[in-house]
T-cell receptor, first 108, second 114 residues
Framework: KNEVEQSPQNLTAQEGEFITINCSYSVGISALHWLQQHPGGGIVSLFMLSSGKKKHGRLIATINIQEKHSSLHITASHPRDSAVYIC??????????FGQGTRLTINP | EPEVTQTPSHQVTQMGQEVILRCVPI?????FYWYRQILGQKVEFLVSFYNNEISEKSEIFDDQFSVERPDGSNFTLKIRSTKLEDSAMYFC????????????FGPGTRLTVT
């Protein structure tokens, strides 16, 4: 069974700062997901990765399969980026195993 | 853009009552999932469903839970006799055949059992 660990659990930063959230997992996977959960509870998929790096706007996600590690970066952070960021991995083709989430607060 | 919808957004029920949570997945998607998130805890997998049958379920998904796709568009989660510990946010998700790993989540149903 995969164990997914995220760090830090909470992160507070000033607007404009570069943000890094880390995720590690214990067993080889087919894909890794970064998700965003807003205070209302809804979950939005940000990235799905199986290798390398992906970029979408100010968000960058990387994965190192050998190290079983992924990072989510936010450049030029903004208060609207405040949310819980969740790492999840595929066990097989279907089931997702989730990390505990990182609560990000960006102050103006 | 197509999206997964869930109803109701909030359901309050008494312990021992049956509840049905409803989801409408994206129309061309073939794989369907239910997850739950107890307040303050991580999201947990409950069940996956493909080709009108359960393909995988977690240890949480015991005989009190069932899923159904009754009419080709809705995907439902039934809890037969709710317990206090069933109080949680329940998320439905779906994927299409060509992009099996990317899951699209609904907005969730908050279930409160009193």
């Amino acid at each position: 069974k995969n164990e997914v660990e995220q760090s830090p659990q909470n992160l507070t930063a000033q607007e404009g700062e570069f943000i890094t959230i880390n995720c590690s997992y214990s067993v080889g996977i087919s894909a890794l997901h970064w998700l965003q959960q807003h205070p209302g509870g809804g979950i939005v998929s940000l990235f799905m990765l199986s290798s390398g790096k992906k970029k979408h706007g100010r968000l960058i996600a990387t994965i190192n399969i050998q190290e079983k590690h992924s990072s989510l970066h936010i450049t030029a952070s903004h208060p609207r980026d405040s949310a819980v960021y969740i790492c999840a991995v595929n066990e097989g083709a279907q089931k997702l195993v989730f990390g505990q989430g990182t609560r990000l607060t960006i102050n103006p | 853009e197509p999206e997964v919808t869930q109803t109701p957004s909030h359901q309050v029920t008494q312990m021992g009552q049956e509840v049905i949570l409803r989801c409408v997945p994206i129309s061309n998607h073939l794989y369907f999932y239910w997850y739950r998130q107890i307040l303050g805890q991580k999201v947990e997998f409950l069940v996956s469903f493909y080709n009108n049958e359960i393909s995988e379920k977690s240890e949480i998904f015991d005989d009190q839970f069932s899923v159904e796709r009754p009419d080709g568009s809705n995907f439902t989660l039934k809890i037969r006799s709710t317990k206090l510990e069933d109080s949680a946010m329940y998320f439905c998700a779906s994927t299409d055949r060509g992009r099996t790993y990317e899951q699209y989540f609904g907005p969730g149903t908050r279930l409160t059992v009193t």
